[in-house]
């Protein structure tokens, strides 16, 4: 049976405001642990599905964002090989590799100290999301400057700060 998302919604929207705050979200979602949902990734995915641009999620906004935490649960579990309940840099390589992602070594280790909230050597799944979006959103522009296609660009000091500010991350 379908879950009701008109009922999720309700117990997501704390205040009964008709609309869901970064915080309300933070709360509702859950990342295996004892601490709070990443505010960072709840900011980001707000910013995703908010189409009218009032910072909040209506209902008819919060279908498209509850399914998407769902894909990445789902994605999140498949790449969790032993059931951990995180990610660890094996699991994450191969999650990355498997996106088509071709990165090194150094870089790994650069992800997991920038991601690993927990200093545990494991991302957990509100930190994987963050990484995969910021990942998505850094290459997506980075390839629209990499005409070639040779991952090689030449940006200028304020082309580079434009790329930069304009990104929605
Ligand atoms: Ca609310
Ligand atoms: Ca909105
Ligand atoms: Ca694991």
């Given at each position: ?22 915080m309300e ?23 995703m599905f ?108 304020e082309e ?10």
């Amino acid at each position: 049976m379908q879950p009701d998302v008109g009922a999720i919604f309700r117990g997501v929207d704390r205040d009964g405001s008709g609309s869901i705050s970064t915080m309300e979200l933070q709360s509702a979602l859950s990342n295996g642990t004892h601490n709070s949902f990443n505010p960072e990734t709840c900011r980001l995915m707000i910013g995703m599905f908010d189409a009218n641009g009032d910072g909040a999620i209506e209902f008819r906004e919060f279908q498209a964002l509850w399914n998407y935490v769902n894909d990445w649960t789902a994605c999140f579990r498949s790449f969790d090989n032993d059931g951990s309940g995180n990610i660890d840099r094996g699991e994450l390589t191969n999650a990355l590799t498997r996106f088509g992602y071709r990165l090194s070594p150094p870089f790994y280790t650069i992800l997991m100290n920038k991601f690993d909230r927990s200093h545990a050597g494991r991302i957990n799944f509100d930190d994987f999301i963050q990484l995969c979006v910021v990942l998505q959103t850094l290459t997506a522009a980075f390839r629209d400057k990499d005409l070639d296609r040779d991952g090689v660009i030449q940006v200028g000091y304020e082309e580079f700060l434009t790329m930069v500010f304009s990104l929605k991350m």
